[in-house]
């Protein structure tokens, strides 16, 4: 069964950071990427960036491009997610897809992880 | 950036009619690289439709994608209880990826 497993709610504090973890199975890990995509409470979704699971080559959108990093290791299957800097507007929940670039679009999905930002 | 605009905002039907939902995308979508997504409350995206028109694993055919360039439609052939719902059109050959807001379909 092909899934995505996210970690758990984090709360923290503004300037704070904060690493969400994203562990696939049922697939081979190194022939797909993962894109990450944000929801902030009451809103749209917005897509934050994407890294191959096969040679860790990545996507930002310039909004997030000074303040996200995405890594992944390959022994595990698993994608991490930070963003540093957090602001109060950061509060959302944060999806993991798995996606082949110009392909099948985000065909898998976490079920998500709530981060809140408050002090 | 490509901006997508969905139309309508929200879309009220009855249980057995057909829902036809819009997204105007601000360039020409070359590859056509336009998916659909339905999310219902409390849960995660699901993906219906990529390609354009190629529907997921998975995904009835009461699901179907058109358009080309910069007009796009998903409709849905006839509304059962479970497809009310929000639908998200997004691109997915151009970075960023970007999402339109969001079509409500709810009971009327």
């Known amino acids: 069964q092909v899934q995505l497993v996210q970690s758990g709610v984090e709360v923290k504090k503004p300037g704070a950071s904060v690493k969400v973890s994203c562990k696939a199975s049922?697939?081979?890990?190194?022939?797909?990427?993962v894109s990450w995509v944000r929801q902030a409470p009451g809103q749209g979704l917005e897509w934050m960036g994407w890294i191959s699971g096969y040679n860790g080559d990545t996507k930002h959108a310039q909004k997030f491009q000074d303040r996200v990093t995405l890594t992944t290791d390959r022994s595990t299957g698993t994608t991490y997610m930070e963003l540093r800097g957090l602001r109060s507007d950061d509060t959302a929940v944060y999806y993991c897809?798995?996606?082949?670039?110009?392909?099948?679009?985000?065909?898998?999905w976490g079920r998500g992880t709530t981060v809140i930002v408050s002090s | 950036e490509i901006l997508l605009t969905q139309s309508p905002g929200t879309l009220s039907l009855s249980p057995g009619e057909r829902a036809t939902l819009s997204c105007w995308s601000s360039?020409?979508?070359?590859?056509?690289?336009l998916a659909w997504y339905q999310q219902k409350p409390g849960q995660a995206p699901r993906l219906l439709i990529y390609?354009?028109?190629r529907r997921a694993t998975g995904i009835p055919d009461k699901f179907s994608g058109s358009g080309s360039g910069t007009d796009f439609t998903l409709t849905i052939s006839s509304l059962e209880p479970e497809d009310f719902a929000v639908y998200y059109c997004q691109q997915y050959g151009d970075s960023p990826q970007t999402f339109g807001q969001g079509t409500k379909v709810e009971i009327k």
């Open positions: 360039q020409s979508l070359s590859g056509g690289y």
């Open positions: 897809a798995r996606e082949v670039l110009l392909s099948s679009a985000m065909d898998v």
């Open positions: 049922g697939y081979t890990f190194t022939s797909y990427g």
């Open positions: 390609g354009t028109s």
